[in-house]
């Protein structure tokens, strides 16, 4: 059995420079272990909205489906914080890119 290592080119934060980000600046892309991707509005069908179109979008970037462990859903009721808190939990490998680096190094 032979291991075979994958160079991973990473931002600062430990993703992959061509990785969609959520286009709301209320949204943002967290921290490891597992990398939840949170989308916050007062209004819960936009905050769902711009999770599904970030998604799509993450997804046609990786070539494949996002692995996504979990969706998280919370709220906020402190004083002028958006109150709907939509997390998805996704695969920290897939947002730096791991499966496009092996399809490359298969070419």
């Not at 914080?81 to 939509?86: E, N």
Request: glycine share 6%.
């Amino acid at each position: 059995m032979s291991e075979q290592t994958i160079h991973l080119e990473l931002d600062e934060s430990g993703l992959a420079p061509g990785l969609p980000v959520p286009s709301d600046p209320r949204d943002q892309v967290q921290d490891v272990p597992y990398r939840p991707v949170e989308f916050r509005d007062d209004d819960l069908p936009s905050a769902l909205e711009r999770c599904a179109a970030w998604l799509r979008s993450a997804q046609e970037w990786l070539g494949e489906p996002l692995d996504v462990l979990a969706i998280h859903l919370d709220y906020d009721d402190r004083e002028g914080a958006p109150y709907y808190d939509v997390k998805l939990l996704c695969n920290e490998e897939d947002l730096a890119g791991a499966p496009l680096a092996i399809k490359a190094q298969g070419k």
